[in-house]
């Protein structure tokens, strides 16, 4: 593959798809999952197995993504509450000067395309979150979410299998 970024301490799964223009630094990404172009996967992210990462999304320190979930295209994680580029004295802030807010996505979630992901939230297991959405709270399981703020806008509905 042509114009990959991969950095040496990135952990890849088995039958792992990238595609071209990614960059992936100090995170893990398990087997079967696929990965579209201009995605960034930053340090200490993880990304369970078998989803799919749509292009232009990116996912910053400390989100932790379960098995079988999809990101569409052009989703951002923000893992600071209070960014900044200088200390109050005006000197460059460093890893040091802020905490990593985490955010956890559960097994089956769906993310959809242009969402904002806040840091210190979870979304829940088969949570849909529709496209567009700025979500800044917590996101229950099975239930689908839109808006900005993201608000219920229903619980996801199981059929009942026939046999």
């Not at 990965?35 to 960034?40: M, S």
């Not at 890893?95 to 939230?121: C, F, H, M, Q, Y």
């Not at 239930?143 to 299998?161: C, H, S, W």
């Amino acid at each position: 593959m042509k114009y990959l970024s991969i950095a040496d301490d990135v952990q890849l799964g088995k039958d792992v798809k990238l595609a071209n223009f990614i960059n992936l630094y100090g995170c893990a990404i398990d087997d079967g999952t696929r990965i579209g172009a201009f995605v960034e996967i930053q340090k200490n992210a993880s990304v369970g197995k078998n989803c799919k990462i749509q292009s232009h999304t990116f996912i910053c320190e400390g989100v932790m993504i379960g098995d079988n979930v999809f990101i569409g295209h052009n989703v951002t994680f923000i893992n600071d509450k209070y960014p900044r580029a200088t200390n109050p004295d005006g000197g460059m802030q460093t890893e040091a000067d802020w905490t990593v807010e985490p955010t956890v996505v559960k097994r089956g979630a769906s993310i959809g395309s242009g969402a904002t992901i806040l840091g210190n939230v979870t979304i829940g297991e088969n949570a849909i979150v529709g496209a567009g959405s700025l979500v800044t709270k917590d996101v229950l399981p099975g239930t689908i979410v839109a808006g900005n703020p993201a608000r219920l806008m229903r619980k996801i509905e199981t059929e009942a299998k026939t046999q």
